[in-house]
């Protein structure tokens, strides 16, 4: 249902890989950034990157699947 959602939405699965890889990318500046702030922003900024972590295997899934139905 979701796929087929999305495939008529204009979505295809090399979007979404993008988009898993773009998460990986704002992770990783995220992460970095959480080292620049002071001790008592740090937890929460580091919390933030974590989030964004777990963003991109949900991406590569719905990928997988919108290419499969392609």
């Given at each position: 249902?979701?796929?087929?959602?999305l495939?008529?939405?204009?979505?295809r699965?090399?979007h979404?890989?993008?988009?898993?890889?773009?998460s990986?990318g704002?992770?990783?500046?995220?992460w970095?950034?959480?080292?620049t702030v002071?001790q008592d922003?740090r937890?929460n900024?580091?919390?933030?990157?974590?989030?964004?972590?777990?963003?991109p295997?949900?991406?590569w899934?719905i990928?997988d699947?919108?290419?499969r139905r392609?």
């Open positions: 249902m979701l796929a087929k959602t495939l008529r939405a204009g979505l699965g090399w979404l890989h993008l988009a898993s890889l773009g990986i704002l992770c990783i500046t995220l970095i950034r959480a080292k002071d922003e937890g900024a580091e919390r933030r990157a974590l989030f964004v972590g777990l963003w295997p949900m991406f899934l990928g699947t919108l290419d392609e």
